[in-house]
């Protein structure tokens, strides 16, 4: 198992600044992910945090947008950049252990006025 | 194009009921497949996983099922409790990186 600390756990921001948030896991993992869940909806895959490397963005998200850091195994920022409204959303940090199965922190609910 | 479904947005049964939900998917050839909980304001915490050449898993209470003839899983919880009320995901592995469904939101009323 994995235990992940996700901090902020939520913040309200200005139009046009930037949010970092921060993930922590408590053991080294290989894969690391960051997801996005809009109120009422399911969870949208952002990118998945490659340690050492780029990480690799899913349709619709840029790294302008949301760069990623992975910095070693066990942690990973996401940074919400230029955030207009319509980046309120839960972000979501997570691991995938060797057995497949993923591990989330408890979000970070971010409001933008 | 790739779709997964999950039966309904809400079910409501009554405490010591089967609930099942239903996770259907389309253009997929899935290695695995996960169901997840997850309570409001929270993150989802696995519950269980199922591969590709599993037919049924059990856990205590929980059980799933895996057609993938059917492009189907199933997920029962038995003997169900008004704690068990929460939104339950599944989730396709997809070389490597998960896709979610929308969720059925299960509450069970005493």
């Known amino acids: 198992s994995a235990v992940i600390s996700q901090k902020p756990s939520r913040d309200i921001c200005q139009r046009g600044t930037s949010l970092t948030i921060q993930c922590q896991v408590d053991?080294?993992?290989?894969?690391m992910f960051w997801y996005r869940q809009q109120p009422g909806q399911s969870l949208t895959l952002i990118a998945t945090?490659?340690?050492?490397?780029?990480?690799?963005?899913e349709s619709g998200f840029v790294i302008d947008k949301f760069p990623i850091s992975r910095p070693n195994l066990t942690f990973s920022t996401l940074t919400v950049s230029n955030m207009s409204p319509e980046d309120s959303s839960i972000y979501l940090c997570?691991?995938?252990?060797?057995?497949?199965?993923?591990?989330f922190g408890e979000g970070s609910r971010l409001t933008v006025l | 194009s790739q779709k997964i479904e999950q039966n309904s947005e809400a079910l409501n049964i009554q405490e010591g009921k089967t609930a099942t939900l239903t996770c259907n998917y389309t253009?997929?050839?899935?290695?695995?497949l996960q169901w997840y909980r997850q309570d409001p304001g929270r993150g989802p915490v696995f519950l269980l996983l199922?591969?590709?050449?599993?037919k049924e898993k059990r856990k205590e209470r929980l059980k799933v099922t895996f057609d993938t003839t059917l492009k189907q899983s199933l997920f029962h919880i038995t003997a169900s409790q008004p704690a068990d009320s929460a939104t339950y995901l599944c989730a396709l592995d997809l070389g490597g990186k998960s896709t979610f469904g929308d969720g059925t939101t299960l509450t069970v009323k005493p």
């Open positions: 199922i591969r590709e050449n599993e």
């Open positions: 253009n997929y050839s899935p290695a695995y």
């Open positions: 053991s080294q993992v290989t894969m």
């Open positions: 997570s691991c995938r252990v060797n057995t497949g199965e993923l591990f």
């Open positions: 945090a490659n340690q050492g490397s780029e990480a690799t963005y």
